[in-house]
C-alpha cells in the first residue's frame, strides 16, 4: 500500500513565525507535490519536485519554498506565516515514467494551518 | 471562464439512486484525473483516463474528447460515498493540472 503521511494534521502558528511541512512517501515516487486548498477555490500548486534537489514553481509558490534533499520527503516552508496562508494543505507524490501527471497521484491527510 | 467546470456543485439523493457528475473543460488535454475528497480532508484518485471508459466496482468514469467532457456514474449510490468529486484535467500544451472546484455528493440512507 502507499502511504503518504504528513507531520501533522493540524497546526496553529502566529503570523511571522517560520513553518515546516513535511511530507514523507514510502513508495520510491519520482514526483512530490504541495497543494493548498480553500474553499471555493479548489486545489492550488504551490511547488512540485520530479527528483531528489529538483524543484519548480507551481501557480501560487509567493511566500512558500520547498526542501527535497531525499527522494521520499518534500518539505513546504512558510518562511514567515500570514494569515492568508491558513489553509488546508496537501502533500501527494506518483510515479514518473514520462509525464508529470501520467500516474495516479496518491494524497497524504492534509494538514489544517491556522496563522493567527 | 474557469477552463474546468464541474456540476451541479451540490447533489443530494437518496440511497440506491444512480448518480451522475459532470465535468467540461475547455482546453486541450492529454489526461482527465477524478478524484474522492472525504470529509476530513484525505483525498483518493478514482481514474485517470484520455480516452473511452473505465469502470471499478460501482463507479464509472467516461470521456468524450471531442465533446470536451467527462462524467462520473455511481451506480446504487450508498451513504458511504459522500464526499466531495474533483474533476482535473492535464492541459497537453504545458502539462499544467488544473483541477475544478468539486461537486459535495451527499447520498442520504
Known amino acids: 500500500d502507499v502511504k503518504v503521511t504528513q507531520s501533522s494534521r493540524y497546526l496553529v502558528k502566529r503570523t511571522g513565525e517560520k513553518v515546516f511541512l513535511e511530507c514523507v512517501q514510502d513508495?520510491?515516487?519520482?514526483?512530490m507535490f504541495w497543494y493548498r486548498q480553500d474553499p471555493g477555490l479548489g486545489l492550488r500548486l504551490i511547488y512540485f519536485s520530479y527528483d531528489v534537489k529538483m524543484k519548480e514553481k507551481g501557480d501560487i509558490p509567493e511566500g512558500y519554498s520547498v526542501s527535497r534533499e531525499k527522494k521520499e520527503r518534500f518539505s513546504l516552508i512558510l518562511e514567515s506565516a500570514s494569515t492568508n496562508q491558513t489553509s488546508m494543505y496537501l502533500c501527494?507524490?506518483?510515479?514518473?515514467?514520462?509525464?508529470?501527471?501520467?500516474?495516479?497521484?496518491?494524497f497524504g491527510p492534509g494538514t489544517r494551518l491556522t496563522v493567527l | 471562464k474557469n477552463e474546468v467546470e464541474q456540476s451541479p456543485q451540490n447533489l443530494t439523493a437518496q440511497e440506491g439512486e444512480f448518480i451522475t457528475i459532470n465535468c467540461s473543460y475547455s482546453?486541450?488535454?492529454?489526461?482527465l484525473h477524478w478524484l474522492q475528497q472525504h470529509p476530513g480532508g484525505g483525498i483518493v484518485s478514482l481514474f485517470m483516463l484520455s480516452s473511452g471508459k473505465k469502470k471499478h466496482g460501482r463507479l464509472i468514469a467516461t470521456i468524450n474528447i471531442q465533446e470536451k467532457h467527462s462524467s462520473l456514474h455511481i451506480t446504487a449510490s450508498h451513504p458511504r460515498d459522500s464526499a466531495v468529486y474533483i474533476c482535473?484535467?492535464?492541459?497537453?500544451?504545458?502539462?499544467?493540472?488544473?483541477f475544478g472546484k468539486g461537486t459535495r455528493l451527499h447520498i442520504l440512507p
Open positions: 482535473a484535467v492535464v492541459r497537453n500544451r504545458d502539462d499544467k493540472i488544473i
Open positions: 482546453v486541450g488535454i492529454s489526461a
Open positions: 501527494a507524490s506518483s510515479f514518473h515514467p514520462t509525464g508529470l501527471y501520467d500516474n495516479e497521484q496518491f
Open positions: 513508495m520510491d515516487h519520482e514526483n
